[in-house]
């Protein structure tokens, strides 16, 4: 049971190189995210999908776009990248909205801008 | 607008010693809570929530959550801690649509 599967776990781009982060999922779930996770910060949400086909932005989605062109994927893409960025990024689905669901998270990708 | 408060970034317990992980929100209405444990160089997992009714909710790996409306909180507990439950803890709050916030993480250390 794969659960949520994200790679590459590790990545080290220079700034201003663009790079996709790949996430999957085996639940079939309907709802999927992106979260970056800083010391001291806890977890921000960059974007979220709904659902196959729908994007929508979160708390700190500048720097970021997203696409999820089959259900169980959702794809972040780094379009120039910068040393804010960063970040332990981890992927996450849930069966229902997040309000009331449990979030289930994949391992991580751990990404150094330079 | 929900946050979430973890006044403890870093705590220290013996082996087999009790554990208290406190956790505070701020929500206008009866929210959805959650305790996650993250382990090293892992995702974070869910441990237990509160949704409604009774008020000490059980989860996972022995650990036990009680909800107190009137002081805000959500505190965490287990009676004995064992070596294998180092790891940060995060506190989240969820209720509005698309929204679950989550506390910075307190990080847990054992000591034999």
């Known amino acids: 049971n794969a659960g949520v599967t994200q790679t590459p776990k590790f990545r080290v781009l220079k700034t201003g190189q663009s790079m996709t982060l790949l996430c999957a999922q085996d639940?079939?779930?309907?709802?999927m995210y992106w979260y970056r996770q800083d010391p001291g910060m806890g977890l921000r949400l960059i974007h979220y999908?709904?659902?196959?086909?729908?994007?929508a932005k979160g708390e700190v989605p500048d720097g970021y776009n997203v696409s999820r062109l089959k259900k169980q994927n959702f794809l972040l893409g780094l379009e120039s990248a910068a040393p804010s960025q960063t970040s332990v990024y981890f992927c996450?689905?849930?069966?229902?909205?997040?309000?009331?669901?449990?979030?289930?998270f994949g391992e991580g990708s751990w990404l150094t801008v330079v | 607008a929900q946050s979430v408060t973890q006044p403890d970034i870093h705590i220290t317990v013996s082996e087999g010693a009790s554990l208290e992980l406190r956790c505070n929100y701020s929500?206008?209405?009866?929210?959805?809570l959650f305790w996650y444990v993250q382990s090293p160089g892992q995702g974070l997992q869910l441990l237990l929530k509160?949704?409604?009714?009774?008020?000490l909710v059980q989860g996972i790996k022995g650990f036990e959550a009680e909800f107190k409306r009137s002081q805000s909180s959500f505190n965490l507990r287990k009676p004995s801690v064992h070596w294998s439950d180092a790891a940060e803890y995060f506190c989240?709050?969820?209720?509005?649509?698309?929204?679950?916030?989550f506390g910075t993480g307190t990080k847990l250390q054992v000591i034999p």
């Open positions: 996450a689905s849930s069966y229902g909205g997040v309000s009331g669901n449990t979030i289930y």
């Open positions: 509160y949704f409604s009714g009774d008020t």
């Open positions: 989240a709050v969820g209720g509005g649509y698309q929204k679950v916030t």
């Open positions: 929500y206008g209405a009866t929210p959805y």
């Open positions: 999908s709904v659902g196959e086909g729908t994007t």
């Open positions: 639940m079939n779930h309907e709802y």
